[in-house]
């Protein structure tokens, strides 16, 4: 089992910044895609952004220039820096990680941590 473990939600003003974590941690496995996607209430879950082990990256067009992601030295973390905050971008942020365990690929998320942008 690989666990995800999601910190640095809150709320921000219009305009203000904010940094979400997730470190993965668990027995033998081999991160293959990190990523973040949103669900704002009444709204399907959406990717927002990823990176893959290679450092491939890819945003969805609603927060590229706004929101970069990136890794941690040990590769098992990933971080979302989001700028410029908008207050569409209020949604719970989970955390998700395609991984390789054991010759098999498993999919992965995060308990969610709330981003609220309002004044």
């Known amino acids: 089992q690989v666990q995800l473990v999601e910190s640095g939600g809150g709320l921000v003003q219009p305009g203000g910044s904010l940094r979400l974590s997730c470190a993965a941690s668990?027995?033998?496995?081999?991160?293959?895609?990190m990523g973040w996607y949103r669900q704002a209430p009444g709204k399907q879950r959406e990717l927002v952004a990823s990176?893959?082990?290679?450092?491939?990256?890819n945003y969805s067009d609603s927060v590229k220039g706004r929101f970069t992601i990136s890794r941690g030295n040990a590769r098992n973390t990933v971080y979302l820096q989001m700028n410029s905050l908008k207050p569409e971008d209020t949604a719970v942020y989970y955390c998700?990680?395609?991984?390789?365990?054991?010759?098999?690929?498993?999919?992965?998320w995060g308990q969610g941590t709330q981003v609220t942008v309002s004044s």
């Open positions: 990176i893959a082990s290679g450092g491939i990256t």
């Open positions: 998700n990680a395609d991984v390789t365990r054991w010759g098999q690929i498993h999919n992965y």
């Open positions: 668990g027995n033998s496995f081999t991160i293959n895609v």
